[in-house]
């Protein structure tokens, strides 16, 4: 198969989207994309959960041990297509949000969709 850069660009998201294509995933089934969002303060994380909630997003909440300085994470769960467009776009949206209150992107995944 042919990596056509339109729909697979040559960055971090084109690279991961290629690898799921690869892997048999079709991504042109929508589902629930996880974006993960850490913040240096328990408030803070739970000020911008609100402020997603408020928006009409799914989220979750929780302690993050993994980084020290951002121990607390944010995770979005929208419903969409998994393309390179929406994935970017929503990360870098969700990204400037975060700025307002101290957090910072690190993240997404989502559960595969085999092709039929």
Do not use: T
């Not at 303060?41 to 911008?48: H, T």
């Not at 297509?81 to 957090?103: C, K, P, T, V, Y």
Request: aromatic share 12%; proline share 6%.
């Amino acid at each position: 198969m042919h990596r056509d850069p339109l729909l697979f660009p040559d960055d971090e998201n084109g690279d991961v989207l290629w690898q799921m294509a690869q892997a048999g995933d079709d991504l042109s089934i929508p589902r629930e994309v996880d974006f993960a969002v850490i913040f240096p303060s328990e408030e803070d994380a739970l000020k911008f959960a609100v402020h997603l909630l408020r928006s009409d997003q799914k989220v979750s909440f929780s302690s993050y041990e993994e980084h020290d300085e951002f121990p607390w994470q944010v995770l979005a769960h929208p419903f969409m297509q998994a393309s390179h467009e929406n994935i970017s776009g929503f990360e870098r949206l969700l990204g400037e949000a975060a700025e307002d209150f101290g957090g910072r992107n690190d993240g997404w995944g989502c559960e595969a969709q085999p092709a039929a």
